[in-house]
C-alpha cells in the first residue's frame, strides 16, 4: 500500500542527517520543507519533495492536504496509560492544601490506584486504557511508552503488563513497556521496604522477562519512595534480564537519580523538576536523555525543570505527558509542548524536537521514528494551513488536526 500526501503547506521535521538526537543548539534546528508532497510505501517513509516534481498518482491513495501542514507524530516517552478509574478526590485535596507527598502518606496516590487495579477486571482494564489510547491517537501521538506501577504485586503487576501487551497487539500507535514495580511499596510489604525491593528483583523481574512483558524497567527514586541503593540494584538486575532503565528523578527533590540512572547508563531519567548544576553535570557526556514531564509540575503547581539551563549547557532533552490518574491526568503532547515553551522558555522548534526525535530517543526507537526522514516509518499528522511553526504551541487548544497516519495507514479523515 502507498500513500502520496499532496500540496502540503510544508512538512515540518526533514531530516537527512541521521541524528538520532538534537543536543544543545542543535535543538533549534528543525527541518522544513514548504510547498510539498511526501510519498509512503507500505509502513515507511519512502520519499518527499517539491510540488514542482511531484510524481504520478496513480497507483497510489492520494491525500490532497490543501496547504495543512504535515508533522511528524509525537512519540511520548513516558506514561502510565493503563489504570482504573481516576482519582479527582486527591485533586480535591490538593486544592485544599494537601501535597503529592502528604496524600502518598496516607496510603493515598499510587497506593490507591494499585487497589483500584486490583478490584478491575483485565478486560475492563484494557477498555479503559484503549479509550485513553484513542484519545492521544487524535491528538497526534505515534509512539507511547506505558508503565506499569499499579500492580504492586506479583499477580497484578502481570496483570496490567498483560493489558499493555494487549495493546501493543491491537492498538494502531506504535507501545513500548515498562515494568515499574517499584513504584511504591506495595501494601503487604508496608514498612518492610528492602523486603519488597528483594520481591522486586527475585520474584517479579524474572517473571515479567520470562513472558518477554517488559522493553525497559523503571524505579521511582525519590525523596519517601526508593533509595538510590535500591535504584541501583533494581536496574542491575533489571540489565541482568534485557531491561534497560528508564528511571524516575528528582521530581520531589534532589534524590541522587540522576547520578545513579547516568551511572547505570539509563537510557533516561525523567521528571527532573529538582535540579542543581552537579546533576546538569552529571548529565554531560553521557547517553542518558534527560527527560521532562511539564504537564506534571503543571497539574501539582511545582517548579518546572531547568530546560534553558539544560540546553544551554549543550544537553539533549526530551519531553513527554507522564499521562496518570495522580500527577497528569493529559497525554496531550501539543499542550506539553506549549508548556515548554511557555514555562520553560523552549522555542517551538526545541519543544517539537524533545517531542519527537528526542522522546524517541529515550525510549531506544530514534532511527526508525521521530521525524520525517526516508526509511523511517510513516508516522505523521497533518494539519490545517498554519501561518507558522509558532502558531502550533501558541494557539495551544485550536484543533488543527485533519489526518492522522500511523505505520503507513491513513486512519483519520
Ligand atoms: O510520574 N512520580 C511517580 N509516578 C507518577 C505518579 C503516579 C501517581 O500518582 O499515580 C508520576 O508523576
Ligand atoms: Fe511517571
Not at 541503593?229 to 538486575?237: G, S, Y
Not at 518546572?304 to 493529559?330: E, F
Not at 524533545?354 to 526507537?365: H, I, Q, V
Amino acid at each position: 500500500m502507498s500513500l502520496l500526501v499532496k500540496n502540503i503547506g510544508c512538512i515540518v521535521g526533514t531530516d537527512e542527517s541521521g541524528r538520532t538526537r538534537a543536543a544543545g543548539e542543535e535543538m533549534s534546528n528543525i527541518g522544513m520543507l514548504e510547498n510539498a508532497w511526501l510519498l509512503t510505501d507500505n509502513e515507511r517513509i519512502c520519499d518527499y519533495g517539491t510540488m514542482d516534481a511531484l510524481p504520478h498518482e496513480e497507483g497510489h491513495e492520494v491525500i490532497d492536504a490543501k496547504g495543512g501542514w504535515l508533522f511528524p507524530s509525537f512519540c511520548d516517552s513516558h506514561t502510565h496509560i493503563v489504570y482504573a478509574g481516576s482519582r479527582e478526590q486527591e485533586f480535591l485535596d490538593k486544592i485544599n492544601g494537601l501535597s503529592y507527598e502528604e496524600i502518598a502518606k496516607r496510603g493515598g496516590g499510587i497506593l490507591n490506584s494499585a487497589d483500584r487495579l486490583h478490584d478491575t477486571s483485565e478486560e475492563e482494564l484494557y477498555r479503559q486504557a484503549m479509550e485513553r489510547i484513542n484519545e492521544i491517537v487524535a491528538m497526534g501521538t505515534g509512539l507511547v511508552e506505558i508503565k506499569s506501577g499499579y500492580g504492586l504485586t506479583l499477580e497484578d503487576e502481570l496483570k496490567i503488563l498483560r493489558v499493555i501487551r494487549r495493546i501493543k497487539e491491537n492498538a494502531p500507535l506504535e507501545v513500548r513497556a515498562t515494568f515499574l514495580g517499584a513504584h511504591a511499596v506495595g501494601r503487604a510489604y508496608r514498612g518492610r521496604q528492602s523486603e519488597y525491593v528483594e520481591h522486586v528483583c527475585n520474584d517479579m523481574i524474572p517473571a515479567v522477562a520470562k513472558e518477554g512483558l517488559a522493553d525497559f524497567v523503571d524505579v521511582f527514586c525519590d525523596k519517601g519512595f526508593f533509595t538510590v541503593e535500591e535504584t541501583a540494584k533494581i536496574m542491575e538486575t533489571g540489565a541482568k534480564y534485557g531491561l534497560r532503565a528508564k528511571i524516575h528523578a528528582n521530581e520531589l527533590a534532589i534524590s541522587g537519580g540522576v547520578e545513579v540512572g547516568v551511572g547505570h547508563e539509563a537510557l533516561s531519567v525523567d521528571h527532573l523538576e529538582s535540579m542543581g548544576e552537579e546533576q546538569i553535570e552529571a548529565l554531560k557526556g553521557s547517553d542518558t536523555m534527560p527527560t521532562m514531564l511539564p504537564g506534571c509540575a503543571f497539574f501539582l503547581g511545582i517548579g518546572y525543570p531547568p530546560a534553558r539551563k539544560m540546553i544551554d549547557a549543550g544537553l539533549a532533552v526530551a519531553l513527554a505527558s507522564d499521562y496518570n490518574p495522580g500527577t497528569a491526568p493529559s497525554g496531550n503532547m501539543r499542550f506539553v509542548a506549549s508548556l515548554a515553551s511557555i514555562k520553560m522558555k523552549m522555542t517551538p522548534a526545541e519543544a517539537i524536537n524533545a517531542a519527537t526525535l528526542n522522546s524517541a530517543c529515550a525510549m531506544g526507537e530514534s532511527k526508525e521514528y521521530g521525524s520525517i526522514t526516508r526509511g523511517k516509518v510513516a508516522n505523521f499528522y497533518i494539519t490545517k494551513p498554519l501561518p507558522s511553526l509558532a502558531y502550533m504551541p501558541y494557539a495551544h487548544q485550536t484543533p488543527i488536526i485533519k489526518d492522522i497516519i500511523l505505520k503507513g495507514k491513513h486512519i483519520k479523515e
